[in-house]
């Protein structure tokens, strides 16, 4: 089932930034906002607001369920 509704796609994916695929490639090396936050030179808050708005964008429930789309996606 296609959880994605009336996001912007491209050729049935949803788009995300450099930024974004960045963060969420990171978060599939399992790190925390913290980590990531700390690695990237950026607050643990716009860490956590990039989470926010790819799940946003995705119609996904929850990181994990964002990693896995991106790893079946190719976007990771």
Not at 8 to 33: D, H, M, P, W, Y
Not at 35 to 49: E, M, P, R, W
């Amino acid at each position: 089932m296609n959880l994605i509704i009336g996001m912007e796609q491209r050729n049935g994916k949803v788009l995300l930034t450099f930024r974004e695929r960045e963060i969420v490639t990171l978060l599939a090396e399992g790190r925390t906002s913290r980590n990531i936050a700390q690695y990237l030179s950026l607050s643990k808050h716009t860490i956590d607001t990039h989470r926010r708005n790819m799940l946003k964008k995705s119609g996904l429930r929850n990181t994990a369920e964002l990693v896995v789309y991106c790893g079946e996606h190719q976007m990771i």
